[in-house]
């Protein structure tokens, strides 16, 4: 069964009231809901990476974008391969999640996947591409994993050379899954990027915490029933 986050949201809080009857004394937001979920899916992303299972399970966590625009903007660690002062294609993405560096993403390329996916890197490696004899001519993709001014990773395209490129396209995996949000494409009923276990445990997880939470914050303090000893 697949999930949207409204979905997951819905089940939690009926959980959770279900749980906390007789509780009069709780209260919490669908915006403290939905970051919460997201941050159980990192944990169990990172979970996965500690058990050795991320490169199997991996797909079932990942989003596509498709109408990513590209514009120009230089890039300002300028190596030698690289002019200094040259505009580069360039693009915006949601930051990735940075456990699995390359591993996040699974594509990155023309919207049509037609051509062959371009090499990416997420680190200064990019720089020693121009000496890779099997892929030197071929395009890649720097991802700097920095946060930018629009609260974005920054994207770099080289040795691509259609200047009729407009967007490009991303399978990935990312920290904020209502990032996908931003852009023009994204079906408002988008589905949770999670497999059905995954989305069971979340669930699990925070109902357990919050039902846990509130009721030590309700317990009703207790008479002393304890009695002095007559000296």
């Known amino acids: 069964m697949a999930w949207t986050l409204a979905e997951i949201r819905s089940a939690i809080h009926s959980d959770i009231t279900d749980g906390l009857k007789g509780v009069a004394n709780y209260t919490y937001s669908e915006d403290q809901i939905e970051r919460e979920i997201s941050a159980e899916r990192s944990k169990i992303l990172f979970e996965l990476t500690k058990g050795g299972r991320f490169k199997f399970e991996k797909q079932g966590f990942e989003q596509q974008i498709n109408c990513i625009p590209v514009d120009t903007k230089q ?13 580069l294609k360039h693009f915006e993405i949601p930051p990735i999640s940075t456990l699995h560096k390359e591993d996040t993403v699974g594509y990155i390329g023309p919207v049509s996947r037609e051509e062959p996916e371009w090499k990416i890197y997420t680190d200064d490696n990019y720089l020693f591409h121009p000496y890779k004899l099997r892929i030197a001519c071929k395009p890649f993709v720097y991802i700097a994993t920095t946060i930018n001014e629009n609260n974005k990773y920054d994207a770099f395209i080289k040795n691509y050379n259609n200047d009729n490129l407009k967007y490009v396209s991303i399978t990935g995996i990312f920290e904020n899954p209502t990032d996908i949000e931003d852009y023009s494409c994204t079906n408002p009923d988008w589905l949770y990027p999670a497999p059905e276990w995954a989305v069971n445990d979340i669930i699990k997880r925070l109902v357990e915490k919050y039902i846990r939470y509130y009721r030590q914050l309700n317990v009703l303090p207790q008479p002393n029933t304890q009695t002095e000893l007559n000296a």
Do not use: E, F, W
Request: glycine fraction near 8%.
């Open 75 to 87: 890039l300002s660690k300028c190596p030698t391969s690289i002019p200094v002062g040259d505009d």
